[in-house]
Nanobody, 125 residues
Framework: QVQLVESGGGLVQAGDSLKLSCAAS????????MAWFRQAPGKERAFVAA????????YYADSVKGRFTISRDNAKNTVYLQMNSLKPEDTAVYYC??????????????????WGQGTQVTVSS
């Protein structure tokens, strides 16, 4: 029902910034929990950030707190991930995800109903 398309990835140097976008189509998602996950080669897909509408809160992995910010523009059906002070360990494919069920398990992969195809972020040292 919902299609998600990520964009904005690329190759940057350590300390640089990137802003990722995730555009949704097919249904409105103004009340959905929206999240970003990332997956490095050989690693599990890991939680990065989420916004849960019902709680009005944002959630961040400890590894990105203070550096990454999740935001959304409901008029554009788009969610963003602003990434500052990037580190080589941030290198991964970044995926956006959406949950229409309002699960409390915002950090877990199984909570999400819809996934994008991912966008590559590479941070050189």
């Amino acid at each position: 029902q919902v299609q998600l398309v990520e964009s904005g990835g690329g190759l940057v140097q350590a300390g640089d910034s990137l802003k990722l976008s995730c555009a949704a189509s097919g249904r409105t998602f103004s009340s959905y929990t929206m999240a970003w996950f990332r997956q490095a080669p050989g690693k599990e897909r890991a939680f990065v950030a989420a916004f849960r509408w019902s709680s009005g809160r944002t959630y961040y992995a400890d590894s990105v707190k203070g550096r990454f910010t999740i935001s959304r523009d409901n008029a554009k059906n788009t969610v963003y991930l602003q990434m500052n002070s990037l580190k080589p360990e941030d290198t991964a494919v970044y995926y956006c995800a959406a949950d229409q069920k309002d699960s409390v398990a915002v950090t877990l992969r199984y909570a999400y109903d819809y996934w994008g195809q991912g966008t590559q972020v590479t941070v050189s040292s």
